[in-house]
């Protein structure tokens, strides 16, 4: 049986660990949820239909990326941005995105 880690305890985790209340264009931390428990996390630079296909396949159902979806200003949820949310919620991946965050360490 696999660990299970709530993803609130993972977001904890992040906070206590990186500046994540710095300035940024950036969303970090938490950009799209899952339905609350993490047991496997894929890590990728930039956020993609690719790597978010290749996650799936591996059974993440969390992603950690440097780029995520979401900066400054609201993202219409059409074409690409569409149909990565919608896969990230069918296959129940939670997105986590760390910025400058990550720039500083």
Not at 10 to 15: D, V
Not at 40 to 59: H, R
Not at 93 to 101: G, N
């Amino acid at each position: 049986m696999a660990l299970k880690i709530a993803l609130v305890e993972i977001e904890s985790f992040l906070e206590k660990t990186l500046d994540m209340k710095m300035p940024d264009t950036a969303i970090n931390g938490i950009q799209v949820a899952n339905s609350g428990y993490i047991s496997k996390i894929g890590l990728g630079v930039d956020f993609s239909l690719e790597l978010l296909e290749a996650a799936a396949l591996q059974g993440c159902n969390a992603l950690l990326v440097h780029h995520g979806l979401f900066w400054g200003q609201p993202l219409p949820l059409r074409g690409a941005s569409y149909r990565k949310i919608k896969q990230l919620i069918e296959n129940d991946i939670a997105l986590i995105a760390l910025h400058l965050p990550l720039d500083l360490h």
